[in-house]
Nanobody
Framework: QVQLVESGGGLVQAGGSLRLSCAAS????????MGWYRQAPGKQRELVAS???????NYADSVKGRFTISRDNAKNTVSLQMNSLKPEDTAVYYC????????????WGQGTQVTVSS
């Protein structure tokens, strides 16, 4: 089992910045991928950014150049620096971790609200 605890959401004006953090605990040794999804009201959950343990990073096209994901393997944390925020970035952001052990199991954090006002 892996537990993920997020922090850092909130309300910000368009053009502002927020930083999300996620700390993993439990059976962390088999975590391969960590990252963030988001879900806006009435929409499907979508991948925002991911980073594998070897360092390869993937971003959604909508956030490229504005968001930066980083990972500290020693501290078992993943962060998302969000700059130049837009109202369309408003969503609940979920940290996730893919654990590779006899298959792949995805674990989720509880979610943190990000609201960008225009």
């Amino acid at each position: 089992q892996v537990q993920l605890v997020e922090s850092g959401g909130g309300l910000v004006q368009a053009g502002g910045s927020l930083r999300l953090s996620c700390a993993a605990s439990g059976s962390i040794f088999n975590i391969n991928v960590m990252g963030w999804y988001r879900q806006a009201p009435g929409k499907q959950r979508e991948l925002v950014a991911s980073i594998i343990s070897g360092g390869r990073i993937n971003y959604a096209d909508s956030v490229k150049g504005r968001f930066t994901i980083s990972r500290d393997n020693a501290k078992n944390t993943v962060s998302l620096q969000m700059n130049s925020l837009k109202p369309e970035d408003t969503a609940v952001y979920y940290c996730y971790a893919d654990v590779y052990y006899s298959g792949i199991t995805k674990y989720w954090g509880q979610g943190t609200q990000v609201t960008v006002s225009s």
